[in-house]
Nanobody, 118 residues
Framework: QVNLVESGGGLVQAGGSLRLSCEFS????????KGWYRQAPGKQRELVAR???????NYADSVKGRFTISRDNAKNTVYLRMNSLKPEDTAVYYC????????????WGQGTQVTVSS
């Protein structure tokens, strides 16, 4: 079974920064892209940032220029550095892996809560 553990969330004032971490275990994901998703209350889960096996990155327009996704393959860990946080960034953040856009892990982790106050 594959396990996902997200961490690093918390309460921060607008304009502050956080770094989220996601550890993948129970599988081999070297050929997979990795992504960060978020879900706010009453809204659908949305893709925030993604990094391919060769390092190409993509970001949602709402976070472009503020968030940076990176990875450490030796540690099976993906990171999301979030700068200039806004109240609208408040959500539960999740990670996952995909192969050509199709999700590879059916069971989402617990996620990590990010709350941004104004």
């Amino acid at each position: 079974q594959v396990n996902l553990v997200e961490s690093g969330g918390g309460l921060v004032q607008a304009g502050g920064s956080l770094r989220l971490s996601c550890e993948f275990s129970g599988g081999r994901f070297s050929i997979h892209a990795k992504g960060w998703y978020r879900q706010a209350p009453g809204k659908q889960r949305e893709l925030v940032a993604r990094i391919t096996p060769i390092g190409v990155t993509n970001y949602a327009d709402s976070v472009k220029g503020r968030f940076t996704i990176s990875r450490d393959n030796a540690k099976n860990t993906v990171y999301l550095r979030m700068n200039s946080l806004k109240p609208e960034d408040t959500a539960v953040y999740y990670c996952n892996a995909d192969r050509f856009g199709e999700l590879s892990i059916s069971d989402w982790g617990q996620g990590t809560q990010v709350t941004v106050s104004s």
